[in-house]
């Protein structure tokens, strides 16, 4: 323990009284407290050598800490369980695990599952404090419960009338107030017809899912409905983009390029597949940018990042994708040269044409550098007169080559 200098201690909303006579020495012994002011109100009265509360922004504050290795000895308090959605994963980023000592409070997951009778297995965990509430949304399933850590006391409110306007406003909601503490509150409603009040800062949300007949459910497929998004015709269709991501075959944690995004469709359905992956939509269209803003927040994800610029200058300086969407502008000169430059090793290129053009330059690319080429044609039953007949739409040409 010698080498451990810094502990965490994770306070629950009990305070000193939730912890045990070793855990209070601990935080008694430290030259340094780092904390909330809420924190260090609760230890107040004991006497401490230095208290420091946490600085805006927070890695101001990690720095403080960081520069503190090896010269004294540091208690950082932290909420439930520091290394859930804590402090603890923060500064873990910065300290080894073997210079640290945890101590960990159940987490408000944790107590707001054993109050709902909730196995937490089963449930939809989500961190909506400071984030965009709209999260939410891809986890909408009839049937489906969700537990989510909210940002404040008009969140509750913010939260059900999302899920009204999506469909969901028949699904039980259930504020849970500073859990585990002695204002402890537990009040169930409707989304639709959300009406609590006084509601603590200190709150966790649980939604018991129910779906209206018109309710948008995300599914877990790529391929949704082209209706689903705005867009003025520049859209990878449904079929197509589903085909393209299953070439694009994203993996946890991977970031995405779009390059001529268009509505943003297939950037968005590349974050949808999993939580952990990010994408950048590259328009050069200003107008079109905005459109993807917006489909990005209505479909649950957004995170999506837009630069409006023309590729390949806009492509400078960003994030090194570990794939590469060519979606439109694939035959201006330098998109497709930058782009294979800037690819990852391993990482994957799908590029899509319509255009003789850009058909053209795919099969010389297929030629020089290899890959697998694939001619895709989609054809859909429409009206014919009294009866039905197929409408083609226009081939799609598809080069896939991983570097």
């Known amino acids: 323990m010698a080498d451990r200098w810094l502990t ?16 209070k020495s601990l935080i008694a012994n430290a030259e340094v407290v780092f904390g909330g002011e809420r924190h260090l109100r609760l230890v107040r009265n004991m006497n401490l050598a230095e208290q420091r509360r946490w600085q805006s922004p927070i890695e101001t504050s990690i720095e403080e800490v960081a520069r503190l290795r090896g010269r004294k000895r540091v208690c950082v308090l932290a909420s439930g369980d520091p290394f859930h959605y804590g402090i603890g994963a923060t500064l873990a980023r910065r300290i ?22 909730w196995p937490l297995q089963d449930v939809t965990t989500l961190s909506l404090h400071g984030r965009p509430i709209e999260l939410v949304l891809p986890h909408l399933h009839p049937g489906r419960k969700i537990l989510a850590l909210t940002s404040d006391e008009t969140e509750p409110a913010r939260i059900s009338a999302l899920l009204t306007g999506a469909g969901f406003g028949r699904s039980a909601v259930t504020v849970l107030d500073a ?30 899912i129910l779906a209206d007949e018109n309710a948008r459910i995300v599914p877990l497929t790529p391929g949704l409905p082209d ?21 694009l075959a994203p993996r946890r944690g991977e970031m995405l390029w779009d390059i001529g995004a268009g509505s943003g469709s297939v950037g968005i359905e590349w974050m949808l597949s999993d939580p952990s992956l990010s994408a950048i939509a590259i328009e050069a269209d200003p107008v079109r940018g905005s459109r993807i803003v917006d489909n990005a927040a209505l479909m649950g994800v957004p995170g999506l990042t837009i630069r409006v610029g023309r590729a390949p200058q806009v492509l400078e300086k960003l994030e090194q994708p570990d794939a590469i969407f060519i979606g439109g502008g694939g035959t201006d ?38 890959g697998s080429l694939a001619r895709i044609q989609v054809a859909r039953a429409e009206p014919l007169g009294t009866m039905s007949g197929w409408r083609p739409a226009m081939p799609v040409t598809q080069w896939v080559w991983v570097k």
């Open 8 to 23: 965490i201690v994770g306070i629950g909303e009990d305070g000193l009284d939730g912890l045990t006579d070793l855990t």
């Open 96 to 117: 080894p695990a073997a210079e640290m000592l945890v101590v960990t409070s159940p987490s408000s997951f944790s107590l707001a599952a054993a109050r709902m009778g």
């Open 179 to 208: 859990l585990g503490g002695p204002h402890e509150k537990v009040r169930t409603t409707l989304a639709q017809s959300f009406d609590l009040e006084n509601i603590s800062p200190l709150n966790v949300l649980a939604i018991d």
């Open 227 to 247: 209706y689903w998004f705005s867009h003025d015709g520049q859209i990878t269709k449904r079929e197509i983009r589903a085909l393209t991501l299953s070439s």
């Open 333 to 370: 000169d330098g998109v497709v040269d930058a782009a294979i430059a800037a690819l990852k090793p391993g990482g994957r290129l799908v590029a899509n044409a319509v255009t003789l053009e850009m058909e053209a330059l795919l099969a010389l690319l297929h030629q020089q550098m290899g």
